[in-house]
Each structure stands twice: as C-alpha cells, then as structure tokens.
C-alpha cells in the first residue's frame, strides 16, 4: 500500500473536535500530560485564544485531522528567544504511519528556518520507545532523567529531557 500523505496546517478555532478525538485515544492521553475526558469547548477557547509564541500545528491526511504538535517559543523571555518547547500526539488509529515524522519535519523548518531557534526541548515518559526513537531520528539527545515528574494511571513516572541544538551556522 501507498504510503499516506500528510499534509501540516496551522490549528483553528474550528479544529476543536478534531482535537478531542486526538486526546480520547487512550495512547495519546498515556504519551503526554492530557486528562481522560477532554472538551470541545475547552479546545476550542485555548486555540480561538493561543498563547503569545504558540504554533500549533496539524498533520491532515485527506482533510482529516490525525495528529498535533505545539510547538511554545518565549517571545516575553529574552534570554529564551532561542529556545522552543515541543509537545505532540498522533491519533491512536493513525500512530505509526509517519504523521509524526511529518508533524516534527515541519516544526523544526519552523524554528531553523523562520524563527531562528537553536534549541529544541522536550520531556518524554522513559518508556514510551515510539516516541523517543522518533525524536532520535531527528537529532533530539537525552539530557538527563526527571523523577516522578508526572502521575499517569494510578502511579508516578519518570521522564528524559531531550534537547536538540542546531549547530553554530546551521
Ligand atoms: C509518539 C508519536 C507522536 C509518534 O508519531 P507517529 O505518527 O506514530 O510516528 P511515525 O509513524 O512518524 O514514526 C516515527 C518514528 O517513530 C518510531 N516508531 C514509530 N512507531 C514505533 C513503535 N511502535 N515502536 C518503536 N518505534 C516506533 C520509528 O523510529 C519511526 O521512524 P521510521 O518510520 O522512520 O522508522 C505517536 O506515536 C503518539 O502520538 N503517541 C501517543 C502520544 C505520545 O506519546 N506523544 C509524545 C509525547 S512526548
């Protein structure tokens, strides 16, 4: 079978469901530091009013919403301009499939190219392997290990800061 084409836009106000279904996928609540139940009309406030420096971005196979990724620079930090924290999720029936790979390829022309970032951040549960192999893939390295840092299902985990640096002239 072909492989899909995905397709990355910036999030709309009307993208609110679409983002519910994202995160009440059971793997896309576990991977990241969402809540089971989430809300329409909670999703739809946070993107009709983003914060100031947030990108949110979709991956789209055919018109259809499949994935997410928020990229948060600090553009009121002045020591932090160049840095940019990611945090993203696939929907569970399309993990697998390179909507992710899409979703990181764009976010990080974004911050090279356009916003001028060198540092990308990120936390991720030290065992989600999916996860890590795909920030791998792309550069990321772990910096160290945070304990407990999160409760997820009924106990605390640990997670790796990874970080990716773009080299001096790059
Ligand atoms: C992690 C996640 C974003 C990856 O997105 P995805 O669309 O599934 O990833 P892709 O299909 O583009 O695969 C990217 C790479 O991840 C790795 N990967 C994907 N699925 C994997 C699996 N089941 N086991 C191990 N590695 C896997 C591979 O290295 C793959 O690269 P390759 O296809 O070139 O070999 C997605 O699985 C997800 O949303 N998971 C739940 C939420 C979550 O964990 N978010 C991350 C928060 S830190």
Known sequence: M??????????????????????????????????????????????????????NLLACAENEVVGQLGLFTFPNHPRRRHVGQIGMAVRDDWQGKGAGSALMQAAIDLADKWLNLSRLELEVYTDNEPAISLYKKFGFVTEGTLQRFAYRDGQFVDVYAMARLREANN
């Open 2 to 55: 072909d492989k899909p084409v995905f397709t990355i836009r910036r999030a709309e106000p009307s993208d609110a469901e679409a983002m519910r279904q994202i995160f009440s996928s059971p793997n896309a609540i576990r991977g990241t530091l969402q809540l089971p139940y989430p809300s329409t009309e909670n999703w739809r406030k946070r993107l009709a009013e983003p914060v100031d420096g947030s990108f």
